[in-house]
């Protein structure tokens, strides 16, 4: 778990706050960030639980929105840049998979299957064409690779969207071991250093119906629900998601050192 690339280590404060998949709802994300503006406390992490893109219409700006944010929390007295993260979510990982594109087996495939779920809207937020795409990808690799060229240098023109890709993590926990932050689930059977996919697909009811705390970890949060059934607590895990970017609310939470929640913020 030492592994700074895959995972994000958060000093252990006073408390933690959390916001769920945000999949480019600008206004609401907006609306999260005014709230949390003035009950951000000395001490206190920040951690955005995947999906900030995808599905919205708005991913650009959704990214801005939160780089500006984050820009403005560790400029504060005794903030450090580890004191806010951003974890991989299942849109950030299916963008990632169609940079990628060229080097998968079923190009055209694999294209629909994301253009399915989502990953459409932040094509689209970037000057991309899901025609351009299939078109490439029926082209073969060399076709694939200037399409998906074309879309890496439109995120270089967008001033922090490159290193935000780069920084994003797959998990986030307190450095105490006390709190671990995932974007969809886990897998109970595996250690968090051999987690792949479940981390971003492993959600479902399974995760509020872990029997013992997961890893030594007291409490497990996540950000993403398939269900969206807002925010659901059993004794070792906290799922997060009302459904933002499917007509539901954008959701946080501030949570303890021990994993309580102490608020919530609806939007």
């Not at 801005?64 to 944010?69: N, R, S």
């Not at 000057?127 to 076709?143: F, I, N, P, S, V």
């Not at 074309?150 to 967008?158: G, K, W």
């Amino acid at each position: 778990m030492q592994d700074k690339t895959r995972f994000a280590t958060l000093r252990a404060g006073r408390r933690v706050w959390a916001l769920s998949a945000v999949h480019g709802e600008l206004a609401r994300l907006k609306a999260v960030h005014d709230h949390l503006e003035p009950r951000l406390g000395e001490g206190d992490r920040l951690v955005y639980l995947g999906n900030v893109i995808g599905r919205g219409t708005a991913a650009r700006e959704t990214i801005d929105e939160v780089l500006l944010f984050r820009r403005a929390v560790i400029a504060r007295p005794g903030v450090e840049p580890g004191d806010v993260v951003f974890l991989r979510g299942s849109q950030e990982e299916m963008w990632h998979k169609l940079l990628q594109l060229q080097f998968a087996p079923n190009p055209v495939q694999v294209l629909t299957w994301l253009l399915d779920h989502g990953v459409g809207a932040t094509l689209t937020a970037y000057g991309g064409r899901a025609q351009d795409g299939l078109m490439a990808a029926r082209e073969g690799a060399t076709a694939i690779a200037r399409w998906t060229n074309s879309l890496r240098r439109a995120i270089r023109q967008a001033p922090g969207h490159e290193s935000f890709m780069g920084a994003i993590r797959r998990a986030a926990f307190t450095d105490d071991g006390k709190l671990l932050f995932v974007h969809a689930g886990i897998d109970p059977t595996r250690p968090l250093s051999a987690q792949k996919d479940a981390l971003w697909w492993g959600g479902g009811a399974g995760f509020l119906a872990l029997e013992a705390p997961y890893a030594g970890f007291r409490r497990v949060i996540r950000g993403y629900d398939p269900a969206h059934a807002g925010l659901k607590e059993s004794p070792h895990s906290v799922s997060l998601d009302g459904g933002c970017g499917f007509g539901g609310p954008l959701l946080a939470a501030c949570f303890d050192a021990e994993g309580a929640v102490l608020e919530r913020v609806e939007r």
